[in-house]
């Protein structure tokens, strides 16, 4: 269940949700940032602009009627006058009502006096955000011009409303991306689904050509990519379809011709026999070429009608007509028949202990003994070994012997029909089928055939098959 959820928050869906939530996320918190500091500084400044204008038409309105130069009386009747002003100063006379020079940041001061113009700054005094306005007072001179008075008044005007209004603007704002991003994820998520559809889609089509149905095909819904990506997935599989028919047909007319032609052999190979028995018969009378040649067909048509009971065996695995007859048997007997049979008691060295029982088709097994040991006398080396054994519900029929052995490029091949690992050996006894006949029955017993070398040297095959009882 762990392993199902890490492999799903791996994949390509995660990803996209993923991928798409952060840029829905970065774009939200982008927007809300833009917003927030333009909806502050239009606040602000409309504030400022508002609080500055009111502060200098006041004391526009009250500097003609004031004495200069001024003392401190005049200072304070400006600033009873003003509500708005503060503190007023002039030279180093401050007036005694209101606020105090204290509070005026220096830097405030050293800008009025080189400007000569209305200022301000915004400051948090004990917390509460606050704009500090300082403006000379102008008068008129001699040629009418406006002309600094030396008289100087500054106002403090609390921000907090404005402040919260921005709060809650952002606030606001953090309010929308709170609803916003869990609706871009299921955006994401249901978007990534719309597009993972057609591979899931695709994905699964895959799997049913990987398991032989070729007639699978994909829906082909729209014009872009992805339903071009489906169209080629159906020309490809009825490509392949079409392919996989013809070559299925072939295989079919080729094992269909294998098996009637080794069938109409049968006849005249049979009158063969009974020819070739007559010949070797008279073969000790004859003499020079005739004996020879006598030989050659005597021994050409026996190689000949194995080969055609091999066809006709292997056949009958292709087309599916192989018949069993189990019947438990003592495995040790059966392999010392074949050994016997054979004429090749002398030739092998067989360990077959009593007792070892099975439910075996008695002829399919000599089938098997028969090309796994006939196999090893004409290919490798002597001592040839047999060597019969039982591994838990297993019976284990060993067969080795002492030649090279098989090459590492030989193995993958070595139940192949018709392989033959030295070209050398084209027109050998072996019909090319014996080891596949082989493993074919022992598939019919529910065994395997395992081939390789033992580390003495020399070819090693083992049949393993199951001592399972016969239901009746």
């Known amino acids: 269940m762990i392993r199902r959820v890490l492999a799903r928050l791996r994949g390509i869906r995660a990803r996209l949700v993923l991928i798409i939530s952060l840029v829905a996320v970065a774009a939200i918190v982008g927007a809300t940032g833009v917003n927030y500091v333009a909806a502050r500084r239009t606040v602000l400044a409309a504030t400022q602009d508002s609080l500055i204008t009111k502060l200098r038409d006041d004391v526009d309105a009250i500097a003609p009627t004031l004495r200069m130069p001024p003392d401190v009386e005049t200072l304070n009747q400006l600033l009873r006058a003003v509500p708005s002003a503060a503190v007023a100063r002039y030279g180093t006379l401050t007036s005694t009502v209101g606020g105090s020079m204290a509070g005026v940041p220096p830097e405030l001061i050293a800008r009025i006096d080189a400007e000569k113009q209305v200022v301000f700054q915004r400051v948090d005094s004990y917390g509460t955000p606050q704009l500090l306005v300082g403006m000379p007072v102008m008068t008129v001179d001699t040629s009418f011009r406006r002309v600094p008075s030396g008289l100087e008044v500054y106002g403090w005007f609390s921000l907090t409303a404005e402040q919260q209004q921005i709060s809650e603007f952002a606030l606001n704002g953090w309010r929308t991306a709170a609803v916003a991003v869990p609706l871009a994820v299921l955006l994401a998520w249901l978007a990534a689904g719309a597009v993972l559809r057609p591979v899931r889609r695709l994905r699964d089509g895959a799997r049913q050509l990987a398991h032989g149905r070729l007639a699978t095909r994909l829906p082909e819904r729209g014009a872009d990519e992805l339903a ?9 599989a009825a490509s392949l379809e079409k392919s996989v028919g013809e070559l299925r047909r072939m295989e079919a007319d080729a094992r269909r011709f294998v098996a009637d032609v080794s069938h109409e052999l049968r006849t005249p190979l049979a009158a063969m026999t009974a020819v ?10 004859l003499q020079g070429d005739a004996a020879t040649a006598t030989r050659l067909v005597s021994e050409e048509t026996r190689k000949l009608t194995r080969l055609v009971d091999d066809l006709i065996e292997i056949s009958r695995f292709d087309n599916g007509r192989a018949r069993m007859d189990r019947r438990e048997a003592d495995l040790g007997e059966l392999i010392a028949a074949t050994l016997r049979t054979r004429q090749w008691s002398d030739r092998v060295e067989a360990e077959l ?4 029982v099975a439910a075996v088709d008695a002829r399919r097994f000599d089938v098997i003994v028969a090309n796994l040991v006939g196999n090893a006398l004409r290919h490798g080396a002597p001592p040839v070994r047999v060597r019969l054994s039982a591994a838990g519900g297993e ?35 072996g019909s090319g089928l014996g080891l596949s006949i082989a493993e074919k029955n022992a598939g019919l017993h529910g065994g395997t055939i395992e081939a390789g070398n033992h580390p003495g040297g020399g070819a090693r095959f083992v049949l393993r098959l199951p001592r399972a009882e016969v239901r009746r």
């Open 353 to 356: 202990p009593p007792g070892i």
């Open 228 to 236: 071009e990506l489906a169209r080629t997935f159906n020309e490809s």
């Open 276 to 285: 070739t028995e007559v010949l070797d018969e008279e073969a000790a009378r």
């Open 395 to 429: 019976a284990v029929v060993e067969v080795t012997d002492h030649g090279p052995g098989l090459a590492d490029d030989v193995l993958p091949h070595v139940f192949a029909r018709f392989y033959k690992a030295d070209t050398a050996r084209s027109r050998s006894e």
